[in-house]
């Protein structure tokens, strides 16, 4: 489905970081490059890792290749080189809306909050957005909800190693989990924390 941005709300200058905190933790961050924007504090009462060492892409477990034009992120696993994140068709980043698109190992995916729903989930559309709505179960329809703000998710790759990815991220989200192995991600602003 198409959808109109209007004119002036593309946020025209993104700053993109990147932090090893152990071999096996990859941290990417894309925020507004001229603006500060809400993001979860990385301190305490919040959520926050408290490993504070940093170590060189060589070092990690991962391996992290950037592209400017097109815009790309591209995360491999540096023991059997597969792909597990690789950014694909529009990446939005506009004031208030951010959407982006990327290509996964496999449909093989779990997590996401506490669901009513099969443990694997299934192609469809699923909120991260709490309505409390009484005996609504979350089914990949959109318009309901699980019952927690969890914009994790553990992933099978196909290799048989798993992944975990963290989008710290509190505000509305929308996933939609494809057909083929590919997810695309909506968020009502923000900052975009990437967690491996």
Same mark, same amino acid.
């Given at each position: 489905?198409?959808?109109?941005?209007?004119?002036g709300?593309?946020?025209e200058?993104?700053?993109?970081?990147?932090?090893i905190h152990?071999p096996?933790?990859?941290? @990417?961050?894309?925020?507004?490059?001229?603006?500060?924007? +809400?993001?979860? =504090?990385?301190?305490?009462? /919040?959520?926050?890792? &408290?490993?504070?060492?940093y170590l060189?892409?060589?070092?990690?477990?991962f391996?992290l290749?950037?592209?400017l034009?097109?815009?790309d992120?591209i995360?491999?696993?540096r023991?059997?080189?597969e792909?597990?994140?690789?950014?694909?068709?529009r990446? @939005?980043?506009t004031?208030?809306?951010?959407?982006?698109? +990327?290509?996964? =190992?496999?449909?093989?995916? /779990?997590?996401?909050? &506490?669901?009513?729903?099969?443990?694997?989930f299934?192609?469809?559309t699923?909120?991260?957005?709490m309505?409390?709505?009484?005996?609504?179960?979350?089914?990949?329809?959109?318009?309901?909800?699980?019952?927690?703000?969890?914009?994790m998710?553990l992933?099978?790759e196909?290799?048989?190693?798993y992944?975990?990815?963290?989008?710290?991220?509190?505000?509305?989200?929308?996933?939609?989990i494809r057909d083929?192995p590919?997810i695309?991600w909506?968020?009502?602003?923000?900052?975009?924390?990437?967690?491996f």
């Amino acid at each position: 489905r198409s959808m109109q941005i209007p004119e002036g709300t593309y946020i025209e200058f993104l700053e993109i970081s990147c932090a090893i905190h152990s071999p096996d933790h990859l941290n @990417i961050i894309i925020r507004d490059g001229k603006r500060p924007r +809400f993001e979860i =504090p990385q301190k305490d009462p /919040y959520p926050h890792s &408290s490993n504070q060492q940093y170590l060189t892409l060589q070092e990690s477990n991962f391996e992290l290749i950037t592209q400017l034009d097109p815009f790309d992120i591209i995360v491999k696993r540096r023991t059997t080189q597969e792909i597990i994140f690789k950014l694909t068709d529009r990446f @939005i980043f506009t004031d208030l809306y951010i959407e982006f698109t +990327f290509q996964t =190992p496999t449909n093989e995916i /779990y997590g996401l909050g &506490s669901r009513i729903s099969t443990l694997q989930f299934k192609p469809g559309t699923y909120s991260l957005f709490m309505i409390d709505r009484a005996g609504a179960v979350d089914t990949g329809q959109p318009g309901y909800n699980g019952q927690g703000h969890h914009p994790m998710y553990l992933m099978k790759e196909k290799s048989g190693k798993y992944h975990t990815f963290l989008l710290r991220n509190v505000n509305f989200q929308e996933l939609i989990i494809r057909d083929e192995p590919k997810i695309t991600w909506k968020v009502t602003g923000g900052v975009l924390v990437f967690n491996f």
